[in-house]
């Protein structure tokens, strides 16, 4: 029988099932993995989920328990019910590293395994508290678009960067990456601020209107997602700068590259959020068959320009991205062509 259970204090997908003849530790006779992350309203987390609920539902006898939350609290309330549960296998994409390290322990003594999404979380590898990770390389994306607008600034340039929260540190990986590439390709450009604006629009707008206040001959901005690249982008529009500062957006989400298409955004990070979300699902159930799977699970990342987009359009299989070539997988070419054609 299908079902779609729809929580209030945030949506849980029971995803369409069929009878297994083995109990599993549920008692459903169904694999049942829960899958814990941050809120949703960021649509490269949903992205994030949505492939997991996907690839869960490849499999007739898998259930998926997938939830977001609104916080840190919110989250290990989540996870202790996930836990009570006895679910097969845990995702987590943690708010706080330190936080969450009570609930890893508990996991660990019902003898569910646990994946962290998105993020890693030290002390957890070879004691039996994290299964793997599964998170792209967040300073080498940072330093592929630092590396890429040093080449656009010709060597030089004043730069703002917003950083996701402050103690997120896939944020602050990205940021840090991004300097560093930043610096390899225009020695003489200048960070002239750095700020968190917590991954959301509203918030950088208000930081980016602050810094411009403080700052008005900026040549370009690069902010940590998509989200907080809008926000930048209504306050350049605001000073009637929009054009006249290279934007760079980051996490590849449908309205991220639309905008890049566009020409709204110079360029976007692509992190393949989609793939993590599914290499999770396939990650749990090795795992719960006994079946080895790598410490760190590690998808592609890449940056992708208006120039790339429109030949993605045109059918190209590769872009080529500083200098060195970026296959065009059917992914890929599937999410660019959501975006080109504006259904997101």
């Not at 707008?205 to 001959?217: K, Q």
Request: with cysteine; hydrophobic share 45%; net charge negative.
């Amino acid at each position: 029988m299908r079902r779609w259970t729809i929580i209030a204090a945030g949506v849980l997908f029971i995803l369409p099932t069929a009878c297994a003849t083995e109990e599993t530790s549920t008692g459903t006779g169904k694999t049942t993995i829960g899958m814990v992350t941050q809120a949703w309203d960021n649509p490269a987390i949903k992205d994030m989920a949505d492939a997991a609920i996907a690839q869960a539902g490849k499999h007739a006898n898998v259930e998926l328990l997938a939830q977001d939350s609104a916080n840190m609290q919110d989250m290990i309330s989540k996870v202790q019910t996930m836990i009570s549960r006895k679910v097969d296998a845990l995702g987590i994409e943690p708010w706080d590293k330190q936080q969450i390290m009570p609930m890893l322990q508990q996991a660990k003594q019902a003898n569910i395994p646990v994946f962290i999404l998105q993020s890693e979380v030290p002390g957890t590898q070879g004691n039996g508290l994290v299964v793997s990770s599964l998170i792209g390389n967040e300073t080498e994306g940072g330093k592929v678009a630092g590396r890429w607008l040093g080449e656009q600034l010709g060597g030089s340039g004043r730069v703002l960067v917003l950083e996701g929260a402050p103690a997120d540190t896939p944020g602050i990986e990205r940021a840090n990456g991004f300097e560093q590439g930043l610096a390899e390709t225009a020695p003489d450009a200048k960070v002239v601020a750095r700020q968190p604006a917590d991954w959301a629009r509203d918030k950088a707008l208000r930081v980016t209107t602050d810094l411009l206040t403080a700052n008005s001959d900026i040549d370009a901005i690069f902010a940590d997602n998509d989200e907080m690249a809008f926000g930048a982008l209504s306050a350049l529009r605001a000073r009637k700068l929009e054009g006249k500062v290279t934007l760079i957006g980051y996490n590849g989400t449908c309205i991220g590259l639309q905008a890049t298409y566009q020409g709204t955004f110079a360029a976007d990070g692509v992190l393949f959020l989609d793939l993590i979300g599914a290499e999770f699902i396939d990650a749990s159930l090795a795992t719960i068959k006994g079946e080895k799977v790598p410490a760190k699970i590690e998808p592609p990342i890449t940056l992708l320009t208006t120039a790339h987009l429109k030949e993605i359009e045109q059918g190209a299989t590769s872009v080529t991205v500083n200098g060195k070539p970026f296959e065009v997988d059917d992914l890929l070419r599937a999410r660019v062509t959501k975006a080109i054609s504006g259904t997101c």
